[in-house]
């Protein structure tokens, strides 16, 4: 009994600053409270922000050790003819002035490389092809064009015979397709030679942009 009295009578005495520390207590608690939510409630915002300015920058996450593939390089086709001509003892040059055409008697462009050999000497295609083209006239001869693609064709002119060859045949550089002869009248004061002519897009151009002279 003494001690509940005891402890009553603390009480009583003490009862003031017991609540003054629970009210202090209670405040202190409303106050970390207060603090933890708004620290919760900024993390959230910033959290928001950030997420709202990735999807207006529309960037996107990266992963900068991943290896890219570089783009293929375009395949470059060098193309070489060969010499169309077996054993040619001299060349004249291809020419766009005007040089003097000793058959016809008068000056023209030469647009050509006239190759000279031995009457029925062997022909042969510069590079590999189709033969697009096979005729016969009292001027030029016989004459085979062969297509190569993407705009380029040699022609062969001063042949005996186009019998070889058929328009519509594949042939392989080096193939032969015919053999010299003096059959282009427009230039047989030259004797038996092959006149050979290059065509780019339409346009006769310099053999030698394709062909090692130097193998003749």
Do not use: W
Not at 62 to 79: Q, S, Y
Not at 87 to 103: F, G, K, R, V, W
Not at 104 to 119: N, P, Q, S, T, V
């Amino acid at each position: 009994m003494r001690s509940e009295k005891s402890v009553s009578g603390f009480f009583k005495r003490n009862a003031a600053y017991i609540v003054l520390a629970l009210c202090v207590l209670a405040i202190g608690l409303s106050i970390t409270l207060i603090m933890v939510n708004r620290s919760a409630s900024l993390k959230v915002a910033d959290t928001a922000k950030e997420q709202s300015e990735t999807q207006e920058t529309g960037d996107a996450p990266t992963t900068p050790d991943e290896p890219v593939d570089a783009p293929d390089e375009p395949v470059v086709n060098i193309i070489t003819f060969v010499m169309p001509v077996d054993a040619a003892t001299a060349i004249e040059d291809y020419t766009e002035t005007l040089a003097y055409n000793s058959t016809l008697k008068r000056y023209e462009a030469h647009k050509a490389i006239d190759f000279f050999a031995e009457e029925g000497a062997n022909v042969y295609a510069a590079y590999d092809g189709v033969i697009s083209d096979v005729s016969t006239s009292l001027l030029t001869g016989t004459t085979i064009t062969v297509n190569h693609g993407d705009g380029l064709y040699t022609v062969y002119n001063s042949l005996a015979d186009g019998d070889r060859v058929f328009v519509g045949q594949t042939v392989r550089q080096g193939a032969k397709i015919g053999e010299v002869s003096v059959s282009n009248r427009q230039e047989s004061a030259l004797g038996a030679h092959l006149h050979f002519q290059v065509i780019e897009n339409g346009e006769s151009i310099n053999p030698s942009r394709y062909l090692a002279l130097d193998e003749k």
